[in-house]
């Protein structure tokens, strides 16, 4: 089994901390650079039944000129060719603007899409269950994961999930 997963989310929130995890520091901060116009492979995990292509998503952010535009255009087509979404947030930040936006980029799209609580090594778990509150009627989330990539929580359990939808 394989696919393309695309991680999305404001910045921060622990995205390429999840993919040093899971993939190792070298690549993942090799690609680790600001805003391309192209989509690129940020790192291949191989397991024993899987293969998870991670690519970078830029462009999520709201258009202010004509190649940010074209880049959003280029973005919202990418999230639908890939088979998961990862929409990470950070369990301290409440649902900002950005996560609004978000959010409406992935409108009528029917890739499915994971929201992946990053950060509850940082929060109490009644914190935490009014967080995934906060954002569950925002969007028809396929899973809901709460993680810590700083340290390890649940991130296997994450990993098995996305296998098992591939
Ligand atoms: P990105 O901008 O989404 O790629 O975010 P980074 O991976 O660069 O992480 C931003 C900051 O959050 C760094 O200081 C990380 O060490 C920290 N961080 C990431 N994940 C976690 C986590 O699960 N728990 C805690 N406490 N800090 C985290
Ligand atoms: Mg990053």
Redesign the pocket.
């Known amino acids: 089994k394989s696919g393309f997963i695309s991680i999305i989310?404001?910045?921060?929130?622990?995205?390429?901390?999840?993919?040093?995890r899971v993939i190792g520091q070298k690549i993942a901060i090799m690609s680790?650079k600001p805003q391309t116009t192209r989509n690129k492979i940020q790192g291949v995990l191989t397991r024993t039944n899987s293969q998870m292509v991670f690519i970078d998503t830029p462009g999520i952010h709201k258009p202010k000129h004509k190649l940010g535009e074209f880049m959003f255009k280029v973005t919202k087509n990418t999230l639908r060719e890939v088979d998961i979404v990862m929409l990470?947030v950070?369990a301290e930040q409440e649902l900002g603007k950005g996560d609004e936006f978000i959010l409406e980029m992935l409108e009528g799209n029917s890739t499915p899409v994971f929201l992946v609580v990053?950060?509850?090594?940082?929060v109490h778990p009644d914190e935490l269950a009014k967080f995934i509150n906060s954002f569950k009627d925002k969007y028809p989330f396929k899973e809901i994961i709460p993680?810590?990539?700083?340290?390890g929580n649940n991130v296997e359990n994450l990993l098995a999930t996305i296998e098992s939808y591939l």
């Open positions: 989310g404001r910045p921060n929130v622990g995205k390429s901390t999840f993919l040093n680790d990470m950070n990053n950060k509850i090594d940082k993680i810590s990539a700083l340290e």
